[in-house]
T-cell receptor
Framework: TQLLEQSPQFLSIQEGENLTVYCNSS?????LQWYRQEPGEGPVLLVT?????EVKKLKRLTFQFGDARKDSSLHITAAQPGDTGLYLC????????FGTGTRLQVFP | DSGVTQTPKHLITATGQRVTLRCSPRSGDLSVYWYQQSLDQGLQFLIQ???????AKGNILERFSAQQFPDLHSELNLSSLELGDSALYFC???????????????FGPGTRLTVL
């Protein structure tokens, strides 16, 4: 069974700090997606990574797909309160699955 | 606003009852996905329909069923409800079948189901 493990589970930081969250699996994925979900809303797609080693940037967010396509990371530079939310990774290689999530809280 | 609508927003019912959740996809999208999100299980994929036909099945219980109608809206039916079915139920839609993993899914705002 494919599983996506995310770490850390919870992260509470001050505005302006940098952070990295991870998404790991023992399986190889053809693609991986990152979503952000705010309280009371559905997840919103941030990025899709497809190629091993790929790096994508979205303003202060940097996404990386591992060379072996088994893991991914999301780095946020100078976090802001608006970054608060649940970050989920997801893949659809064999079955549509979502990671366990990282709940981020950024305090002003 | 994702363009995906879900009704009702909140639903409170009793154990043993049956409920129907409704989803209207974004205009032009052919696929509809249903998910269940609870605190202990996270976001779980239940089922996908593409252009009226069942496309993929996830962790959907036998007490649950879904369908997609000719106008592409979808309904998720939950029967013989148990306390553990209390959760947020999300619908998402995408343009294509989603087989490549790069077909963007747009999520609705969800229906919060509480079973008492």
């Amino acid at each position: 069974t494919q599983l996506l493990e995310q770490s850390p589970q919870f992260l509470s930081i001050q505005e302006g700090e940098n952070l990295t969250v991870y998404c790991n699996s023992s399986s190889v994925f053809s693609s991986l997606q990152w979503y952000r979900q705010e309280p009371g809303e559905g997840p919103v797609l941030l990025v899709t990574v497809v190629t091993g080693g790929e790096v994508k940037k979205l303003k202060r967010l940097t996404f990386q797909f591992g060379d072996a396509r088994k893991d991914s990371s999301l780095h946020i530079t100078a976090a802001q309160p608006g970054d608060t939310g649940l970050y989920l990774c997801s893949s659809n290689t064999d079955k549509l699955i979502f990671g366990t999530g990282t709940r981020l809280q950024v305090f002003p | 606003d994702s363009g995906v609508t879900q009704t009702p927003k909140h639903l409170i019912t009793a154990t043993g009852q049956r409920v129907t959740l409704r989803c209207s996809p974004r205009s032009g999208d052919l696929s509809v996905y249903w998910y269940q999100q609870s605190l202990d299980q996270g976001l779980q994929f239940l089922i996908q329909y593409y252009n009226g036909e069942e496309r993929a099945k996830g962790n959907i219980l036998e007490r649950f069923s879904a369908q997609q109608f000719p106008d592409l809206h979808s309904e998720l039916n939950l029967s013989s409800l148990e306390l553990g079915d209390s959760a947020l139920y999300f619908c998402a839609s995408s343009l294509l079948q989603g087989t490549t993993g790069t077909d963007t899914q747009y999520f609705g705002p969800g229906t919060r189901l509480t079973v008492l």
